[in-house]
């Protein structure tokens, strides 16, 4: 920058060097945001490494918690190890056809008028407290059928709806339109275009919104308190019209126990349940920028 | 976009004399029925909890959310909310007044400082820790978050600004209305830190080199022309930030120790709308401590529908002004 110009006193009359040093303060705040903001992952993740690396052995999730007071030798959480297998499996059986079908309809077949009313639905039902929709299932379902996994899975797919939906909705949106022109011109009915042509397209997109709705569903505690935590057997079960203990209630139970013992366990699940989040949700982000950019479009 | 090429009509009505396909109409028709599934579990859980709050809402009325109390002795049943509302507004208003400024700051840091190598990377962190589930935050928050605050944090606050009726006595076990706040605080932080990301990507160009080729500093370029035109959004994000705080049940319960009363102590313990109905799971007395326990949900979902309602229309009026896509935040 030439300054010949302006001398020095003319420069501090404007105020230069006060304002530069703002914006070196200013630069230097937004730095140690991102630090801060970094160092609450970091602090957490090795939080939970360091204390759950110990207590972390293959009986957590082969054996069953024991029951009643006098316990002796390892014990682990293979009920919920378990539980959560079968409550977040029946629940993506449930929000995964059903969150692809809602994009379909809105992408492929509504009016806007319509398309705009159900998205701003799926936006609401996206903002709806997870604990408002234990409530709300254990209204449904708990009364009167008593609690169930199948509670918690309908309460898990309810939270994994939106999400699915969402992120079919923006890959369908990618595709383009020649492409079923192309197929309607041919001769292929509507149906057939849909399911064959534009469908296979959006895989990349639906895999990676259903995996982001699985690590999302599978940390979720909120949703099974009222569903599915009270009543459950310390061993291991697969029958889903049983309530099931879950990884998360299980965590949450622990935590709250004035056994320390509880505590090293509640910490080495919540170890395999962060691991398993984090690589979850490290991998649709990567899935998510690949497919992308194979169709042509960058974020 | 559907077919863009042809009129929507011609591609959605059979032509004429063109026979109707049973494949097209049965995929419409099943499709269709999901849409309006999911568009009828927003009023069924509406009416799920209307129902189930009703016989607290016919007994209490518009009383329980000004009174305090939380009493289950059968034949001197009284419920009110006041004290959970005031736990949820000093936690969450407190949670977005930390996390809010900071969100921000990291959003700026994201688009215009970092330099080129570090901006994906630290945005993926920066949004994992939305990933990490409440319980673990929770169990983090009780055996490393609390203790740190109660040995390190709380006895300096309380000496040098002990004078605000905030910062009173330390907390004896960890468990106090201010870990609570900062738990939130953490878990609010991505979320609106991701939704200003995206909107300061969509600041144009040309307004920014135009600030700065009239002179400003960069932090001038950013007071001066990024937050305003991103303002609508901010405050959108802030609205979504607010609302997961006040639904956040689980890792507030973890760290908030409970009790029904009402105080400005941050470092005592409290309870919130969500939490109290969290710590309740295993049971309650009472049909009527049930259904009051339902009572504290509706006022939540109507919170969070107005929330999400008033964030949604500002953000839909900005997308429509900038066509920016936002990311949303979910209430946990």
């Given at each position: ?299 | ?230 303002r609508g959004g901010i405050a959108a994000a802030l609205i979504l930030g607010l609302g997961r705080a006040v639904g956040e049940a689980i890792a507030v319960t973890q760290v908030i120790g409970g009790g029904v009363f009402i105080h400005w102590n941050l470092f005592d313990t409290g309870d919130t709308l969500a939490s109290k109905i969290a710590e309740s799971y295993q049971g309650a007395a009472t049909n009527l401590e049930v259904s009051s326990l339902v009572y504290l949900a509706l006022i939540l979902l109507v919170f969070s529908l107005l929330a999400n309602l008033s964030a949604q229309w500002v953000v839909r009026r900005v997308a429509r002004r900038q066509g920016v896509g936002l990311a949303r935040g979910r209430a946990g």
């Open positions: 920058m030439s300054t010949h110009s302006l001398t020095k006193a003319a420069l501090r009359a404007e105020g230069l060097p006060r304002r530069r040093a703002t914006n070196r303060l200013m630069e230097l705040l937004a730095w140690l945001a991102a630090a801060v903001a970094m160092g609450f992952l970091v602090l957490i993740v090795w939080s939970v490494a360091r204390r759950g690396w110990s207590e972390l052995n293959l009986d957590l999730i082969t054996k069953s918690p024991a029951s009643g007071f006098l316990t002796t030798g390892r014990q682990g959480l293979a009920n919920a190890f378990a539980g959560t297998l079968v409550i977040v499996l029946l629940a993506t059986l449930m929000a995964l056809p059903t969150g692809i079908l809602v994009a379909v309809y809105l992408n492929e077949f509504a009016q806007r008028a319509i398309r705009d009313a159900v998205s701003i639905a799926l936006d609401v039902l996206n903002g709806v407290p997870a604990i408002v929709i234990g409530i709300f299932v254990y209204g449904l379902f708990v009364l009167g059928h008593g609690p169930s996994a199948f509670a918690g899975s309908f309460a898990l797919a309810v939270i994994m709806l939106p999400l699915v939906a969402r992120s079919t909705m923006e890959v369908l949106a990618l595709v383009p339109g020649a492409l079923r022109e192309a197929s309607l011109a041919l001769g292929v009915p509507r149906w057939r275009t849909t399911l064959s042509v534009v469908l296979p397209q959006t895989v990349g997109g639906i895999v990676t919104g259903t995996t982001l709705a699985v690590a999302r569903a599978a940390g979720e505690t909120a949703p099974l308190l009222f569903t599915s935590s009270v009543g459950v057997g310390t061993q291991v079960h697969w029958t889903p019209h049983h309530p099931l203990q879950s990884v998360p209630v299980a965590i949450f139970e622990l935590s709250e126990s004035p056994d320390p013992k509880d505590h090293a366990r509640a910490w080495a699940a919540a170890l395999v349940l962060l691991v398993f989040i984090l690589l979850a949700s490290l991998s649709a982000r990567w899935l998510a920028t690949r497919h992308r950019s194979r169709l042509g479009t960058s974020r | 976009m559907s077919a863009a090429g042809l009129a929507p009509d011609e591609t959605r009505r059979p032509l004429e004399g063109r026979r109707v396909r049973f494949g097209d109409l049965a995929l419409q028709g099943v499709a269709g029925a999901a849409a309006a599934a999911a568009t009828a579990v927003v009023g069924l859980i509406a009416w799920k909890v209307i129902e189930g709050a009703w016989p607290s809402v016919t007994t209490f009325g518009f009383h329980f959310v000004t009174r305090i109390a939380w009493n289950p002795v059968v034949g001197r049943e009284v419920f009110g909310a006041a004290s959970f509302l005031f736990g949820t507004a000093v936690t969450s208003l407190v949670a977005l007044a930390l996390a809010g400024p900071l969100a921000i700051a990291v959003a700026l840091f994201l688009t215009e400082l970092a330099p080129r190598v570090l901006r994906a990377p630290v945005t993926a962190l920066v949004e994992t820790l939305a990933a990490v589930p409440s319980v673990v935050i929770g169990l983090w928050g009780i055996y490393v978050l609390g203790p740190i605050l109660r040995d390190h944090v709380e006895p300096s606050l309380h000496s040098t600004l002990g004078f605000l009726p905030l910062f009173g006595p330390p907390s004896s076990s960890g468990s106090s209305v201010f870990t609570a706040t900062v738990v939130l605080a953490m878990m609010i932080l991505p979320i609106v830190a991701s939704i200003t990301r995206e909107l300061f990507l969509g600041v144009p160009r040309e307004l920014k080199e135009g600030a700065l080729a009239l002179g400003t500093t960069r932090w001038e370029m950013v007071r001066g022309v990024m937050v305003p035109y991103a």
